[in-house]
């Protein structure tokens, strides 16, 4: 099993703050996801990303897969109550048919 | 995207007793795979469901505890068995195109066992 350890684990901020959360494992990925769940709901998929050292961008959030495809990490500038949520990396496993999440991350944003 | 809906959303159930979850996707896709989730905490895999044959399990979950059916392309349903506290947990249902492609999930069945 190619473990995936995610931090912080929880994170509580302010709005208006920035925050980074990362995902990093010992093992290379083809690819790497990230799902955000808000209570109630199932995970969204916000992102993939394939390429090692690519970057993507969705509105204030930036998505960077390590050069080596073993880590990943999500930046979120200027953070709104709207983003508080729980924030989980996934990687397929190296056959490819299990999909394996990290222990996630619970982001609150208080007004 | 598929859009996947399940059933219930939310149960209270006794203990000793079974449940089934059903989950319906909007169009056919090659793999279904059920989950466990603890409140605020990571999925756990419990199994791939395989339409025309029996479930893939992973490690610390059985068929006899967690029954599966994939009768079709759309459909597949998850029996928790003999329910106990320890199984009070969101189960979510995933689908995707094929090995290695994007898991869509529904929005969860939340059971409480008492």
């Known amino acids: 099993t190619q473990l995936l350890e995610q931090s912080p684990q929880f994170l509580s901020i302010q709005e208006g703050e920035n925050l980074t959360v990362y995902c990093n494992s010992s093992?290379?990925?083809?690819?790497l996801q990230w799902y955000r769940q808000e209570p109630g709901e199932g995970p969204v998929l916000l992102v993939t990303?394939?390429?090692?050292?690519e970057v993507k961008k969705l509105k204030r959030l930036t998505f960077q897969f390590g050069d080596a495809r073993k880590d990943s990490s999500l930046h979120i500038t200027a953070a709104q109550p709207g983003d508080t949520g729980l924030y989980l990396c996934?990687?397929?496993?190296?056959?490819?048919?299990?999909?394996?999440f990290g222990e996630g991350t619970q982001l609150t944003v208080n007004p | 995207s598929a859009v996947i809906s399940q059933k219930p959303s939310r149960d209270i159930c006794q203990r000793g007793t079974s449940l089934t979850i059903q989950c319906q996707v909007d169009?056919?896709?090659?793999?279904m795979f059920w989950y466990r989730q603890q409140p605020g905490q990571s999925l756990t895999l419990i199994a791939t469901?395989?339409?025309?044959?029996?479930?893939?399990?992973e490690s610390g979950f059985v068929i006899d505890k967690f029954p599966i059916s994939r009768p079709n392309l759309t459909f597949s349903t998850l029996t928790v068995s003999n329910m106990s506290p320890e199984d009070s947990s969101i189960y979510l249902c995933?689908?995707?195109?094929?090995?290695?492609?994007?898991?869509?999930f529904g929005e969860g069945s939340w059971l409480t066992v008492v």
């Open positions: 093992s290379v990925f083809s690819s």
């Open positions: 469901a395989n339409q025309g044959s029996e479930a893939t399990y």
């Open positions: 996934a990687a397929f496993e190296t056959s490819g048919s299990r999909l394996t």
């Open positions: 169009s056919q896709v090659t793999m």
């Open positions: 995933g689908s995707s195109e094929g090995s290695g492609n994007t898991i869509y």
């Open positions: 990303v394939v390429t090692g050292g």
